[in-house]
C-alpha cells in the first residue's frame, strides 16, 4: 500500500499539538527538530516538517496527502483542498484593531483608511463584502506596531488572547474570520482507505479529549435520580458495592458541561466522585 505523508508545521504555535495528536492516535515517529522528514514505524506514513504557510499548497498539489494547519492560513492561500477534521486547538481569531483613541466608530469610518495586515486576501474579502474601500497595507510581521509608528490608521491580525493589542495601545473593532487547526487532504483523498483510518484514529483521541470518565457512589435509592443526570456513552455502569444499599456508577460525560453536572449529581446524592481522563474512545 502507498506510504501517506502528513504535513505538520516544523516549529511554531501548532508544532506540539500536531505532535502530541498523532502521538496519541499511537504513532511512533522522531520529532527531530533538525530533520525535514520523520517516517512513522507502525503505520504507513511519514511526516513532513514545514513552515505553515507551505502547508496548503503541498496538500492541494498532492507532495503530500494531508496537512495539519490553520484555516486563516488555508483562506490566504486560496487552495482547492478538502477540509476532514477541525481539531479544536491554535484557536484564533482575525481581527481589524485600532488604536485606543481614534475616530474609527463604524466599519464606513475605515474607507479610505490605511490597515496593516499579513492577511490581504482575506481582508480584501471582508472589506470587498462590507462595501468599504481601504488601504490594505501588507507587511510580513509585526502588525501590531504599525500604527503607533504612523504606518497605517488601523491593523488586522491574529489575537487570541488579546494582549498583543493590548499593550500595543490597540483595540479589537471588527471579527473577520474565526479560525482552528484543521485537517486538510487533497480533493478526493477522504475515500483513501489509509486516511479513513487515520481519522478514526482523530476522531477517537478528539471524542477522548473532550469527554471525562466518571466513577461515583451512590445509595441505591438516590440512583435514579444520579442516572437522569449522566448523559453516557450508552448507559452507564452500575456495580453493587460491599455495603448493601450502595452502588458505583461508572461513565462518562462531556467537558463542557463537566462542573454543573458534578455539582448535580453531588445534589441527587452522589459521593466519592472519582474523574479521570480518558485515552480514546473508539465507537
Ligand atoms: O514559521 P511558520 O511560518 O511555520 O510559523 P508562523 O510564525 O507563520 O506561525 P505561528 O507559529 O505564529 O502560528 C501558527 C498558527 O497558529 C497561525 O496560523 C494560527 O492559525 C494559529 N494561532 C493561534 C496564532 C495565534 N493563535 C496567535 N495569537 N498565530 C499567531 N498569533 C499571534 C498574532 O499574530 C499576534 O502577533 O500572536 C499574537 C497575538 O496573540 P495574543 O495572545 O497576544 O492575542
Ligand atoms: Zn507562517
Redesign the pocket.
Known sequence: MKTLKIAI???????EKSVELLKNCGLNFENYKSSLISPVSNFPLEILF?????IPEYVQDGIADLGI?????IEETEVEVAYLQRLGF???SLKIAVPNNNDIATLADLNGKAIAT?YPVILGKYLKEKGITSDIRTIS????ISPGLGLSDAIC???????????NGLKPFADVMS???VLIGSKGSENNDLIQELMQRIQSVLRAKETKYVVLNVKRDNLDAVIALLPGVKSPSVVPLAEADWVAVHTVIPERDFWDRISQLKQAGAQGIVVMPIEKIIL
Do not use: F, Y
Request: with cysteine; charged share 30%.
Open positions: 508545521q516544523k516549529s511554531g504555535r501548532l508544532n514545514l513552515r505553515d504557510d507551505d494547519v490553520g484555516e486563516n492560513v491554535g484557536k484564533c499579513t510581521g509585526s502588525v501590531e491580525d491574529l489575537v487570541s488572547t488579546g494582549g498583543t493589542l493590548k499593550s479560525s482552528e487547526a
